[in-house]
């Protein structure tokens, strides 16, 4: 069971995207145990600087075309080069981040080879399926998250498959396996180049959860715009970063970067505090995974107590200060 992976870097800091190591080290559980290996496929206008580390993750080669005019997405360019890639390879796994990049081009290449792909997966296993043999079972949530989907594409290959970042956890050790990179020779064509970038203007990113030990999220219950305070209050006496849930973002309460769930970021921190907020499936897909869980509602049958390690049954305007207090005495 062969895999190939799309590699992305990050063309501001040339560093690959963790997406990537997060899919190599996915599809090395898939394929190693059936014998196959995991091969990397890239194309930009020069490799990540820091590429060694996919070996680190069970990556056995990476495929790469370079040309500056494929410094920035060209979705044609792309999809021809990739594609060229993957039929060299004959893989029985395509897997590509639910990036932008991602989104644009897996489904162009799954199209021009007739065969299923599967976008925003949360999980992927290999099992038996009738008379097919192993297949790739891929999950996600589906009909706005109130079921969690199981999708197999039996008699196409390859079985293609689109991820988030953050969905894929990395383990704690390392392989060694020898650095292999091969340059793939294409046939460039110009006319692939439909667009010309003229300015890059970078987002500036306001949220920062990857590096965030502590997330204290605020939902509906805040009630306000003004009340949301108490969540960036408790969330900076705890050197952690603010979350909120789709219902806070609608209302106008936060800024939308902040949302959590599964039309927001995927969190795992080490605490995450949810203040206010229901329990809905869509929210939980993007927190039910931090290591602990602290819920404040004054609902005590609301759904996020089911899955809170610890719960407070109360008003958050009473609790959140108390909390303020006694960390400010603490120091
Ligand atoms: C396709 C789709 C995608 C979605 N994606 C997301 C997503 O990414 N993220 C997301 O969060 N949602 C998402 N949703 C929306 C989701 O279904 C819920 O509507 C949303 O999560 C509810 O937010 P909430 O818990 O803040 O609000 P509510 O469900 O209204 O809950 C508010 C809670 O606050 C409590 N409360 C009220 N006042 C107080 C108080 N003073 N003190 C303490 N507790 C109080 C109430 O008891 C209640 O439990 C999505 C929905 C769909 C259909």
């Not at 007739?114 to 997966?121: H, V």
Request: proline share 5%; with cysteine; hydrophobic share 40%.
């Amino acid at each position: 069971m062969k895999s190939v992976v799309f590699i992305e870097k990050n063309p501001l800091s040339n560093q690959l995207r963790n997406v990537s190591l997060e899919l190599t080290h996915k599809a090395y559980t898939l394929s190693n145990p059936l014998g196959g290996e995991v091969v990397g496929i890239f194309t930009g206008d020069s490799l990540p600087e820091n590429c060694d580390e996919l070996f680190q993750f069970g990556m056995s080669r990476l495929l790469y075309f370079t040309d500056e005019r494929l410094a920035h997405l060209h979705s044609i360019a792309y999809k021809h080069i990739l594609e060229t890639m993957i039929n060299s390879e004959s893989p029985d796994i395509v897997l590509f981040g639910a990036t932008h990049t991602g989104r644009d081009v897996a489904p162009l290449i799954a199209s021009s080879l007739k065969t299923g792909m599967t976008a925003d997966c949360t999980q992927l296993y290999i099992d038996d399926y009738k008379d097919k043999g192993k297949i790739l079972y891929q999950m996600r949530p589906a009909f706005g998250g109130n079921i969690l989907a199981t999708i197999i594409t039996p008699d196409h290959r390859p079985m293609m498959a689109t991820v988030r970042e953050g969905v894929m956890l990395l383990p704690d050790e390392r392989l060694n396996f020898p650095v292999k990179t091969e340059v793939f020779p294409i046939d460039f064509n110009e006319l692939w180049i439909k667009s010309e970038f003229l300015e890059i203007v970078p987002k500036v990113k306001k949220v920062d959860f990857n590096s965030a030990n502590i997330v204290v999220s605020g939902g509906a219950g805040v009630g306000s715009e003004e009340n949301f305070r108490l969540i960036r209050e408790l969330a900076r006496a705890l050197g952690g970063e603010v979350g909120a849930s789709r219902a806070a973002v609608d209302f106008g309460f936060v800024e939308k970067d902040h949302q959590v769930g599964q039309t927001g970021s995927v969190v795992r921190p080490k605490l995450y505090i949810a203040c206010g907020i229901s329990g809905q499936i869509q929210h939980r897909a993007g927190m039910e995974e931090s290591q602990k869980i602290i819920a404040i509602n004054k609902d005590p049958d609301a759904p996020i107590f089911n899955i809170a390690h610890m719960g407070i049954v109360g008003d958050l305007n009473e609790i959140i200060p108390v909390m303020l207090r006694y960390l400010k005495e603490e120091g």
